[in-house]
């Protein structure tokens, strides 16, 4: 099996507070560099796949149907012609809007450490709640070849699943950058690697 995983180009989401206050975070769309940032994705996964010789005829493309992901994957889709399949199993990792951390990046960093990967919360759902939403979907692929655009905790708790990282691991990964792309070919790869770095 091949997999691509995808983290979503750039948001209009620069200011988190302000953005939400006028747009559900479901409904934040690409900001013009993010459009950038998707079609140059797009052509590298087009000019990677014809150069490794990876069919894709057969190929799954799935996404989470947030809007930044929906035009991320539909400006990749313009490049490589596979039909796109919606999973709502990829939507990002929920919250409910914390008010004691001002900022979203914040709050993730605390939500996400280790001493918090269990526990429930009134401010959203756990990294460990996210783990087994993202664990059924990664457990239902079927495929060859398989593209994912998705959110960065959600393709960390892919990864972690895939993998069988542990807790420690899901806390000590770095932030995908925009459109960065980490993929695995059982037949040469044990563990995922970078092949676009993204911006």
Avoid at 34 to 48: D, S
Avoid at 86 to 100: H, P, R, S, T
Avoid at 116 to 128: A, D, L, V, W
Wanted: some cysteine; overall charge negative.
């Amino acid at each position: 099996m091949k997999i691509f995983f995808i983290r979503s180009a750039e948001s209009v989401n620069d200011d988190p507070d302000s953005i939400r206050k006028s747009y559900p975070e479901y409904k934040i769309s690409l900001s013009d560099l993010g459009v950038e940032q998707a079609n140059r994705c797009g052509k590298f996964l087009k000019e990677f796949c014809e150069k490794n010789n990876i069919p894709l005829d057969k190929a799954l493309f799935y996404t989470s149907p947030f809007e930044r992901t929906r035009e991320t994957a539909d400006i990749i889709h313009d490049y490589l012609h596979i039909p796109i399949l919606e999973d709502i199993a990829l939507v990002e990792q929920l919250f409910c809007g914390d008010e004691k951390y001002k900022d979203l990046n914040t709050w993730y960093k605390h939500y996400n450490s280790t001493s918090m990967f269990y526990r429930e919360s009134k401010y959203g759902e756990s990294p460990f709640e996210l783990a087994m939403r993202t664990k059924v979907f990664m457990n239902s692929l079927k495929g060859k070849v398989v593209f994912i655009v998705s959110h960065n905790y959600v393709i960390q708790s892919l990864l972690l699943n895939y993998f069988h990282y542990s807790p420690e691991w899901f806390r000590k990964m770095e932030m995908l950058n925009n459109c960065e792309v980490l993929y695995y070919d059982s037949e040469i790869d044990n563990k995922e690697r970078v092949i676009y770095e993204g911006e």
